[in-house]
């Protein structure tokens, strides 16, 4: 502008100055609005919010900082504010910014800080900073989360997982228990952890399961019993009621002696009733938290703790009574066992002598009418064979297969076989004597020695049943026979030649006069079938069930004795199915029955009049009664 300006130049300048003015004026109202937006922003933000100036030293916090580490901005203000930073975390961040890239602005950190009362809390930190010409860090601003709460509810989550997967893997309840006790301490930041039971009988409590930071109070806690008024866990005991103390007066008896008992001091405990549905059976105790005090957050898991390891405990208890009767049922199965063998035997000696006595008085009656003796030896006889085949059955059943008496008897032979020989050659003359006797003797006392062999089922039921057929051939009964097979089976001879012979038998025994039974084998998917099918009586639904436990009969009256074997309804004692059965599980094939009551035969203490022709010359229909056993027997493995 000129030195002399003119009016009008005069007024431009003074219009230009007012308008600078106004500007300058509008820009101060907004940087004003602004700086007020922003300080009510901070103030109602959520979050706690810390400023640093240039100096480091705090220039602002909201009130979310206060009301979360209690710490005001009057107290902080101007100063470096390290009064909520843990000492070892006192240096943390100016090493984290320090290593900062200097495009980088902003930090995020996990970390921890203390509140105005000592309270530890886990916080996340994310750092605004501003850099100056020469990008290094002047002022920040700091937004903290407090996610305490937030991690304790994920660790809480986490244990009580773990816990409900371990529950399965300890069968011992006392291992399981020192698992639960150590999640816990871990959980929960204690000294120790303990999980006490209730001796109901004795009115004492003992320690199931004890973890603490010394080893040697470990053990000697372990030790100990206390009786029900020693403890505050009588107390929740009693009441049901969880008990947190979080100080424990030094002057009180109860502490004084608990403590002299176990040979520490218990400054802060938690003490929760382990409740089953009928009542409380001990507690679990949480004592001397490390950092703070127990809170109401420590008192739920604790208590959802206890609710998982009450229902384990009482698993437990009902799974030791069981594997206690296990074992005592195991003991008097060995005993039966055991007695059954030792009878079996017993029977065989005696019967044995009983059929060679009655072979010698046979020879001595032959100058008699065979009309006057024979009837009555033959009855003999089939009873005594009668008493060998159930000993043979148990035999199978029992499986035992060492004798003493083979042992004694073979001892005695060969010590004393010369002068056996030469007494019996003088007596009655025979020679060779000694080996008759011998085969006699590993006949009676012998165990068996089953070897598997390979045998095609078709050919073996074949000649199975040209055997067989003589023994029925008294009987009206016609046979039905279908017999094929591609490929030989892995059996031991003598158990299957007992499964084909009794379901024959079975079935002639069981279908009366003028009926028919049906004998089939043949391929079925990867292994061979035999099913043997009798058109007679038929089972009820009661006896179906029963009809595989052994030493059960479908008959309400047996009378073996005054038939023969295949005689119709000449059944036996009921083993012979028992032994199948118990053949298919050792020697892995499968056996079932089906079966359908004949109509005119509804209860089994009904008696079928024994021949077909007799219900034909009634009304109504005649006998639809119907078994089917089938024998699965798969192919050897390749």
């Known amino acids: 502008m000129r030195e002399n300006p003119t009016y009008e130049e005069l007024a431009e300048r003074v219009r230009s100055l007012e308008k600078e003015a106004d500007l300058r004026l509008t820009s101060g109202q907004e940087d004003k609005t602004a700086r007020k937006n922003y300080n009510r922003f901070l103030k109602f933000l959520p979050y706690p919010v810390l400023i640093r100036d240039k100096k480091g030293l705090v220039s602002y916090l909201n009130p979310a900082f206060t009301q979360t580490f209690g710490w005001t901005l009057e107290e902080l203000k101007g100063k470096r504010g390290r009064q909520y930073i843990p000492g070892p975390l006192q240096e943390e961040l100016s090493q984290k910014i320090s290593g900062l890239p200097p495009e980088k602005n902003v930090l995020k950190l996990n970390t921890k800080r203390l509140t105005r009362e000592g309270k530890l809390l886990d916080v996340i930190m994310r750092v605004g900073i501003e850099r100056d010409e020469n990008n290094q860090p002047t002022s920040m601003i700091i937004v903290f989360r407090d996610v305490t709460m937030e991690r304790r509810i994920n660790r809480n989550r986490s244990a009580m997982n773990r816990i409900s997967q371990v529950l399965p893997q300890y069968p011992e309840l006392r291992k399981l228990m020192q698992y639960v006790s150590v999640e816990i301490k871990e959980l929960l930041g204690t000294e120790g952890a303990n999980v006490i039971l209730l001796d109901e009988n004795q009115k004492e409590f003992y320690f199931l399961s004890v973890v603490h930071d010394d080893p040697t109070t470990q053990e000697r806690i372990k030790k100990i019993r206390f009786s029900i008024d020693e403890l505050i866990a009588g107390q929740v005991v009693k009441t049901g009621n969880p008990v947190m103390m979080n100080s424990l007066p030094d002057n009180h008896r109860l502490h004084l002696n608990r403590d002299e008992k176990i040979g520490h001091k218990v400054k802060n405990v938690m003490v929760v009733p382990l409740r089953t549905k009928e009542r409380i059976i001990g507690v679990i105790t949480a004592d001397n938290k490390k950092e703070g005090e127990f809170d109401k957050t420590d008192l739920e898991i604790l208590n959802t703790i206890a609710g998982t390891v009450a229902l384990s405990i009482e698993n437990a208890g009902v799974s030791e009574e069981l594997q206690k009767a296990n074992q005592e049922l195991i003991g008097l199965n060995a005993a039966k066992d055991k007695m059954i063998s030792h009878l079996s035997h017993e029977l065989k000696t005696p019967v044995a002598i ?18 006057e003796w024979k009837p009555t030896l033959d009855r003999i006889h089939r009873n005594l064979y009668r008493i060998i085949g159930i000993e043979d059955e148990i035999y199978d059943i029992v499986e035992k297969k060492s004798f003493l008496h083979k042992r004694l008897f073979s001892l005695i032979f060969d010590q004393c076989e010369d002068a056996i020989e030469t007494l019996i050659a003088e007596e009655i003359g025979e020679k060779d004597v000694i080996a008759k006797v011998r085969e006699k003797l590993d006949d009676v006392f012998s165990s068996r020695d089953f070897v598997v062999q390979k045998i095609y089922l078709n050919r073996f039921v074949e000649e199975r049943l040209r055997e067989l057929s003589p023994l029925f051939a008294h009987r009206n009964v016609k046979t039905s026979v279908g017999l094929k ?28 006069n003028g009926g028919n039974i049906g004998i089939i084998v043949h391929d079925r998917g990867k292994g061979v079938e035999l099913v043997v099918q009798d058109h ?10 029963r009809i595989f436990e052994g030493f059960f009969s479908p008959q309400a009256t047996l009378n073996y004795s005054s038939k023969r074997p295949y005689d119709f309804g000449a059944g036996g004692k009921g083993a012979d199915l028992l032994r199948m059965k118990i053949f ?5 094939f499968k056996i079932k029955m089906t ?18 022709e007799t219900c034909r010359g009634e009304k109504g229909f005649h006998c639809d009664g119907k078994t089917t056993v089938s024998v699965f027997f798969p192919f050897p493995e390749s």
């Open 536 to 545: 007679g009586v038929g089972l009820t639904r009661e006896a179906q069930k």
């Open 354 to 371: 009983l059929l060679s006595s009655f072979k010698v008085l046979s020879k001595k009656l032959t100058h008699l009418p065979e009309k």
């Open 485 to 512: 097979s591609s490929a030989p089976i892995e059996i031991p001879m003598d158990p299957l030649q007992k499964i084909v012979d009794g379901l024959i038998r079975n079935a002639v025994e069981n279908t009366p």
């Open 584 to 588: 298919s599980e050792r020697y892995h």
């Open 595 to 612: 079966s359908k009551r004949c109509w005119r035969l509804p209860l089994d203490t009904d008696v079928c009049p024994g021949n077909i």
